[in-house]
């Protein structure tokens, strides 16, 4: 039996919706409008197509949103400048910074200025230490998709063997948390795994990270799981010169056959990210008011 | 064969001999004292003990040893000025807070209140997160004890299968991302782990604290497996009445004719964590003045 193709897009919507209704909720009953600033340095297009549909994104479910284009040349101290009055500025509940960054700055440096309760990406040390330790985090909005993903596809995932291959701070680690969070057995797998597809097939849920094209097999998969691609490699169009497409970390057709639930590439988790974006800066503008979190929309 | 006895005694006093090295050079050369304060409220037998080993043992290695022994009632408010005055102390380079504290006082807001720099125990959100990231933080002492014995033993951990067992944040989680750090494809299983015998099975490293008595059986065991028993179970002595005896979390005959080296209990893992709590002061000390780390004591 084929496996249950899981619609990230449509999905995606649906997290879209419930976050617009929060932000109306809150508008009426708080005269609160959640406000998200996106910071872009230099003129990288592929970053400046990102910057777009979030700014568009945002408007849709009706929050404000701050665009903020910085020369390329900026130097820190007016990046930091900056994210200092945005950090202080009320109307303004999440702030995220556009990666990459110029050479002369530092992500690492730029994150870390960044408020914590700000810091809707949840890319900063005291984010990650938060959710290392089962406290009250902003959790990167990807794998926070992921856990979304999951727990409608499976409903509880307690007690399931859980397979993530990578180890990013961006990907890898948090979602390795979640899952533990969500009782999980966990193994974290990558490039120094010895036996990578004997690990992947012991895995109910396994969830691919690794950035090389293709690289998990149907073979590599345990039947009946549930397979959660997060790859994205652009390739040539096989049938159209010029053209291109997007393929995952996950061979599709072997995988499709043997799995339980599969996400395609495009079209499962990528619509996630800027969904999960937006469900973060509506919790932080909630949380920065002392008001009830959105329900289901929150690790 | 038999498996290599781990003499976790013998290994923590070569450790602590290197502290004792680390601290005549950082005098001699730079006129310098690392100093430790140990703060208990209450008071709790136990921790009394506690504290007395760990002062005995700060002393014998040659740093400072301030003690703060607070009434059951202290306010928090008076815990935290303290505290205050510690972090603020230059010839206090690490503060830890004997815990459990009495039921008026958080745990989790005391930790808080110690400066990430001088938090030895590394239990605060801030060190998390750098040993989340990857980043340098000050890590908790027995899973620091515990990779110092692994590496001991086996040299490289790269490609290693290690199984974790406990997700605490005082061990399971921080000893998880030490593996991850050494490359090791890393398991972490618990109380909802549905088969745990058939998970530990994989493990070339299989790390047990989950604090139940003798859980973890030989034919749990992979054959060659270094095994590291975290477990401190107090059970009456089978012959002498009225006596008490440690057992680990390991059922040690079973798993030591079967392991490739296992730590025995009492005499293992236990004698690392003093010792890793004097190499942290050591490393809090020396990161305090810019000078470069002790060799072989930290991650």
């Known amino acids: 039996m084929a496996a249950t193709i899981i619609d990230g897009k449509a999905f995606a919507a649906g997290v879209r919706g419930q976050v617009a209704a929060g932000v109306a909720a809150l508008k009426a009953g708080h005269g609160i409008v959640p406000g998200l600033a996106v910071v872009l340095v230099g003129e990288d297009p592929a970053s400046e197509v990102y910057v777009a549909h979030k700014h568009q994104a945002t408007l849709e479910v009706g929050m404000r949103s701050f665009e903020h284009k910085l020369a390329a040349d900026t130097p820190e101290a007016d990046l930091f400048a900056l994210i200092d009055r945005l950090n202080a500025d009320p109307e303004v509940h999440g702030i995220l910074c556009q990666f990459p960054v110029p050479d002369h700055l530092s992500e690492r440096r730029t994150v870390a200025r960044i408020d914590p309760a700000k810091d809707v990406d949840g890319l900063s040390v005291t984010n990650a230490g938060l959710l290392a330790t089962g406290e009250r985090a902003l959790v990167s909005c990807t794998p926070l998709g992921c856990l979304m993903l999951l727990r409608d596809q499976l409903g509880s995932l307690s007690g399931k063997e859980a397979v993530v291959i990578g180890r990013s701070n961006l990907f890898g680690k948090p979602m390795a948390q979640l899952l533990l969070q969500e009782n999980c057995t966990v193994t974290i797998a990558h490039s120094r795994t ?106």
């Open 194 to 299: 010895t036996n990578l597809p004997e690990v992947c097939a012991r895995a109910d849920i396994l969830v691919a990270a690794v950035g090389r094209a293709e690289m998990v097999r149907g073979d590599w998969v345990k039947p009946g799981a549930t397979v959660i691609d997060v790859g994205i490699t652009r390739v040539p169009h096989p049938q159209t010169p010029g053209k291109t497409r997007l393929i995952g970390d996950v061979h599709f057709e072997s995988a499709v056959a043997v799995a339980g639930a599969i996400t395609p590439v495009p079209g499962g988790v990528g619509p996630m990210t800027i969904a999960c974006l937006l469900a973060n800066t509506l919790t932080a503008c909630c949380r920065a008011h002392g008001l009830p979190e959105p329900e289901g929309l929150t690790v």
